[in-house]
């Protein structure tokens, strides 16, 4: 009988590449099974992240930025353009030969790295077998020492709008439409529902989205929702709050939506529209009955804080387990399963994960808001710097937004980092990394920021937090 394998990852998303990477980093012998297929039939590793969310919606966001501020800003920097126009075959080819860069240099660091990559659908049997069906029909069962489970996830289902994929669809059909919709409706006004929706209104499409809660962007911090409201509003993005959708009918090429507010019940027509109410774990025809792994209530692998199932030797990261659905807390999550079964040590910490929505003007996060410091009981001072007083983000056009920092009354540790603004998603690595080595906000206060950068409005929070910021009237 053939040794066994010390590692198989199962899934080479941005959770189970980087722990099959590290792996072989740790002189571990690894192979990495994906089954992801695309719309052409093609194989390619890289998961959801690099085939059908983050990165092909980056390149969506930065190309309808770029026209919507040749459109709309150029002229206030004494820039005489005409003729602007959208060649949408063009944006989406140039976002599809980034993904494919991107996910052919997964299997590049793979060769470099000594892992080997098999595409095909994998199912752990008992004992840490992994049976492996590949694309063809035939199929093959490695022994392994080690078993992480990357399965990721997929977009929810509402029963009231099922995906027809073309008319009804999810996130990923909505980054390959070949013509703006001109009429577009979005169901949750979450991450995805904002980014997707900022795209289309940018290219042209009218965007309606409606979402069941009664408050925007709950998960953030509401002074940064409030801000955030504002300006997505006066993009054009009609965002109606406390919308529960009741139906959703496909009659001659476009999609009649019904809903129920406070005021009762409605219907809007729409070329197409984006379900976006969040993901659910997949882990369909993963796991064998008997291999000893469970599933939570809601789907998820069952893992303890070091990412370890209910078997023996088999692991579980990323979108699959709890936590947040976010690419770089699989990643860590990988890094740190790969360390352990190195036997190194490794920790995941939790408490300081960024979270970033991809908009104009864009939204970071770090640590706690507002208001679970407020739930908590915990007293904290609060300093908030406007970009309207940054030289830097004046000169790009870009004043919109603020910095916000909140530091615990008693010890001036900083507690959390909001920013919504230009390059927030960049700046909150600063809070992040000053999170991580749990500095207080004197110690951002002292750290030389140059001059002038958007960084600076990091500093001039911290020293707002002491009411001594010196570019901004103290409040
Ligand atoms: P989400 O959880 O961010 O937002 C879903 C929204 O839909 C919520 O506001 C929710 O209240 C609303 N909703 C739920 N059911 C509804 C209903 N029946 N009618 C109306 N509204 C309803 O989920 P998402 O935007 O679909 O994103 C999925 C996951 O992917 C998230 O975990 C997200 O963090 C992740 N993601 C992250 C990024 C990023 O980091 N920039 C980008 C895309 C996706």
Same mark, same amino acid.
């Given at each position: 009988?053939?040794?066994?394998?010390?590692?198989?990852?199962?899934?080479?998303?941005?959770?189970?590449?980087?722990?099959?990477?590290?792996?072989?980093?740790?002189?571990?012998?690894?192979?990495?099974?994906?089954?992801?297929?695309?719309?052409?039939?093609?194989?390619?590793?890289?998961?959801?992240?690099?085939?059908?969310?983050?990165?092909?919606?980056?390149?969506?966001?930065?190309?309808?930025?770029?026209?919507?501020?040749?459109?709309?800003?150029?002229?206030?920097?004494?820039?005489?353009?005409?003729?602007?126009?959208?060649?949408?075959?063009?944006?989406?080819?140039?976002?599809?030969?980034?993904?494919?860069?991107?996910?052919?240099?997964?299997?590049?660091?793979?060769?470099?790295?000594?892992?080997?990559?098999?595409?095909?659908?994998?199912?752990?049997?008992?004992?840490?077998?992994?049976?492996?069906?590949?694309?063809?029909? +035939?199929?093959?069962? /490695?022994? $392994?020492?080690?078993?992480? #489970?990357?399965? *990721? %996830? @997929?977009?929810?289902? !509402?029963? =009231?709008?099922?995906?027809?994929?073309?008319?009804?669809?999810?996130?990923?059909?909505?980054?390959?439409?070949?013509?703006?919709?001109? +009429?577009?409706?979005? /169901?949750? $006004?979450?991450?995805?529902? #904002?980014?997707? *929706? %900022? @795209?289309?209104?940018? !290219?042209? =499409?009218?965007?309606?989205?409606?979402?069941?809660?009664?408050?925007?962007?709950?998960?953030?911090?509401?002074?940064?929702?409030?801000?955030?409201?504002?300006?997505?509003?006066?993009?054009?993005?009609?965002?109606?709050? *406390?919308?529960?959708?009741?139906?959703?009918?496909?009659?001659?090429?476009?999609?009649?939506?019904?809903?129920?507010?406070?005021?009762?019940?409605?219907?809007?027509?729409?070329?197409?529209?984006?379900?976006?109410?969040?993901?659910?774990?997949?882990?369909?025809?993963?796991?064998?009955?008997?291999?000893?792994?469970?599933?939570?209530?809601?789907?998820?692998?069952?893992?303890?804080?070091?990412?370890?199932?209910?078997?023996?030797?088999?692991?579980?990261?990323?979108?699959?387990?709890?936590?947040?659905?976010?690419?770089?807390?699989?990643?860590?999550?990988?890094?740190?399963?790969?360390?352990?079964?190195?036997?190194?040590?490794?920790?995941?910490?939790?408490?300081?994960?960024?979270?970033?929505?991809?908009?104009?003007?864009?939204?970071?996060?770090?640590?706690?808001?507002?208001?679970?410091?407020?739930?908590?009981?915990?007293?904290?001072?609060?300093?908030?710097?406007?970009?309207?007083?940054?030289?830097?983000?004046?000169?790009?056009?870009?004043?919109?937004?603020?910095?916000?920092?909140?530091?615990?009354?008693?010890?001036?540790?900083?507690?959390?980092?909001?920013?919504?603004?230009?390059?927030?998603?960049?700046?909150?690595?600063?809070?992040?990394?000053?999170?991580?080595?749990?500095?207080?906000?004197?110690?951002?206060?002292?750290?030389?920021?140059?001059?002038?950068?958007?960084?600076?409005?990091?500093?001039?929070?911290?020293?707002?937090?002491?009411?001594?910021?010196?570019?901004?009237?103290?409040?």
């Amino acid at each position: 009988m053939a040794e066994p394998v010390d590692v198989v990852v199962i899934g080479a998303g941005p959770a189970g590449y980087p722990a099959a990477i590290r792996a072989a980093q740790n002189a571990l012998k690894v192979i990495c099974v994906d089954g992801w297929v695309n719309r052409d039939g093609g194989t390619a590793l890289g998961g959801t992240c690099l085939n059908a969310g983050c990165i092909p919606s980056k390149a969506l966001l930065e190309s309808s930025e770029l026209l919507h501020r040749a459109q709309s800003e150029f002229a206030a920097h004494g820039i005489a353009v005409s003729g602007i126009g959208l060649d949408l075959a063009v944006m989406q080819k140039r976002r599809a030969t980034i993904v494919r860069n991107m996910t052919s240099g997964i299997g590049s660091l793979f060769k470099a790295a000594g892992v080997t990559a098999m595409f095909g659908r994998a199912r752990l049997l008992a004992g840490r077998r992994v049976q492996v069906t590949r694309h063809d029909g +035939t199929s093959t069962e /490695i022994d $392994a020492r080690n078993v992480v #489970l990357a399965t *990721g %996830s @997929v977009p929810t289902e !509402l029963e =009231s709008a099922r995906f027809d994929h073309e008319y009804i669809v999810d996130s990923w059909d909505a980054l390959e439409f070949a013509a703006v919709p001109r +009429t577009l409706c979005v /169901i949750g $006004a979450g991450v995805i529902g #904002l980014e997707l *929706g %900022s @795209v289309w209104r940018r !290219l042209g =499409s009218e965007v309606v989205v409606l979402e069941a809660l009664d408050s925007f962007l709950a998960i953030a911090d509401q002074q940064l929702a409030g801000e955030a409201a504002r300006h997505f509003r006066k993009q054009g993005l009609d965002i109606r709050l *406390g919308a529960t959708v009741t139906g959703a009918q496909v009659v001659n090429g476009s999609v009649t939506v019904a809903y129920n507010d406070k005021a009762g019940a409605h219907s809007l027509s729409a070329d197409k529209l984006i379900v976006a109410v969040g993901r659910r774990p997949y882990a369909a025809n993963l796991l064998a009955p008997d291999c000893g792994v469970g599933l939570d209530q809601r789907g998820f692998i069952q893992v303890d804080v070091q990412c370890r199932t209910g078997a023996e030797g088999v692991w579980a990261i990323g979108d699959c387990v709890r936590g947040p659905m976010l690419a770089h807390k699989g990643k860590e999550e990988g890094i740190a399963v790969a360390d352990r079964i190195a036997g190194r040590y490794a920790h995941v910490n939790y408490d300081v994960i960024p979270s970033v929505i991809y908009t104009a003007p864009e939204i970071a996060w770090v640590g706690q808001t507002e208001e679970q410091l407020k739930a908590a009981g915990t007293a904290f001072k609060s300093g908030v710097f406007p970009f309207a007083a940054s030289g830097r983000a004046r000169a790009m056009e870009a004043a919109a937004g603020f910095v916000k920092i909140l530091a615990s009354s008693d010890t001036d540790t900083i507690l959390g980092a909001h920013i919504i603004g230009p390059m927030a998603g960049e700046l909150i690595a600063e809070a992040t990394l000053a999170m991580e080595f749990q500095a207080s906000a004197e110690d951002l206060q002292r750290t030389i920021h140059a001059h002038p950068t958007l960084a600076e409005a990091l500093h001039e929070a911290a020293l707002a937090v002491d009411k001594r910021a010196i570019d901004s009237i103290n409040r």
